[in-house]
């Protein structure tokens, strides 16, 4: 998926976790952090040479996209801010990363390095083209969604 309905998926986790300014972009930022793995994504572009370790060691939907470095990314990220809140949105914003992209059609193993395991064996019908109009329908989708979220 692209960048910008990540961004969307994280800033509704962090709506609705918290609410507040800090916990939208904790959510953003979490789902934006497993594609630091791929040249040219947002966050690659935000981190710059920093990422290139990442691109290095794993391959695009390998390592950065299992629950073990949700886990472990989440669990750097409470004890840099030590804010329980900020975590579950950023952890939120993570997960659901992980979970968008099962329905893609590559679709992702979240249980690597313990299981070769693909998460949803989709049918092709079922799936989205990343950067298709299926993942355009949805990006509309997540900012009326986003945009109810602010009318509290």
Known sequence: MIGATHAAIGAL???GI???TASIGAGV???LLPDV???NTTIGNWLGFLALPFRLIFKHR???HTLLSCLLFSSIFFIIFKDLFLTLS???GFFL???ADGFTATGVKPFLPFSDYKIFELP???TFKVNGHKEYLLLVVLILGLAMGGLK
Request: avoid cysteine; charged fraction near 20%; charge should be positive.
């Open 18 to 20: 918290k609410g507040t």
């Open 13 to 15: 986790a962090g709506i």
């Open 124 to 126: 092709k019908w079922a």
């Open 37 to 39: 793995d791929k040249k």
């Open 29 to 31: 930022i979490g789902s």
């Open 90 to 92: 950023f952890f939120a």
């Open 97 to 99: 990363h992980l979970l």
């Open 62 to 64: 390998g390592g950065t």
